[in-house]
Structures are given as C-alpha cells and as structure tokens.
C-alpha cells in the first residue's frame, strides 16, 4: 500500500537549520511530483513546496522562498526539506503528500517542527 513516512523534525532555536526527510513506498515514486504541506498550531494548512517527479521542476511559498531547499533521491524514494533561516512563524507540523491530478491523494503522518529559543 502506499505510505509516505516523515522523519526529521524537532527542536531548533531561529536561524538554526533542519532537513526533513519521506520516504515513500507502494508505488513508482519518480511517477509523482509530491508536496510539503505545514499546519501551524490553530491555523489550517499551508502549502510550502513541491518539486515534479523527475526533481527538474521545484516551486515555493512566498513564506519559504529562499530559505527552504526542496530536493528528491528517487534511487531512495526519499523527499527532503531543507530549511535554512529558521524563524518562529515556522512553527509547524510539516506533511508530505503525493500529488494526483489536482488533489493531494496519500500523506505521511506529520513531523512536528518547533522553532524557539
């Protein structure tokens, strides 16, 4: 079955870094261009970055731009998130989610970012 697992969240005090990681499973992953949504708490879903599934073509949220790195090894079916400059409006539950005509179809479990002093 399709899972997406999301791994490398936690603590960083602001201007610190972070690199999130999903690895996919249960289908052809370089078939899919996949998305990292966030939802800070008490607020809804953010959209921050997708990148097509042969890696060529990335976007980014105004929020991010220039900050965060969106990247993919699709020999390891892993996405990743590279978040440089972090800052407390960061503060997020960061989800990955395979993109499917216009819907997000599967996502991971959520990893929980927190930037603080």
């Known amino acids: 079955q399709v899972q997406l697992v999301e791994s490398g969240g936690g603590l960083v005090q602001p201007g610190g870094s972070l690199r999130l990681s999903c690895v996919a499973s249960?289908?052809?992953?370089?078939?899919?261009?996949i998305t990292w949504v966030r939802q800070a708490p008490g607020k809804g879903l953010e959209w921050v970055s997708h990148?097509?599934?042969?890696?060529?073509?990335?976007r980014y949220g105004d929020s991010v731009k220039g900050r965060f790195t969106i990247s993919r090894d699709n020999a390891k079916n892993t996405l990743y998130l590279q978040m440089n400059s972090l800052k407390p409006e960061d503060t997020a539950v960061y989800y990955c989610?395979?993109?499917?005509?216009?819907?997000?179809?599967?996502w991971g479990q959520g990893t929980q970012v927190t930037v603080s002093s």
């Open positions: 990148i097509n599934g042969g890696g060529s073509t990335t």
């Open positions: 989610a395979r993109r499917a005509s216009y819907t997000y179809d599967y």
């Open positions: 249960g289908f052809t992953f370089s078939s899919y261009t």
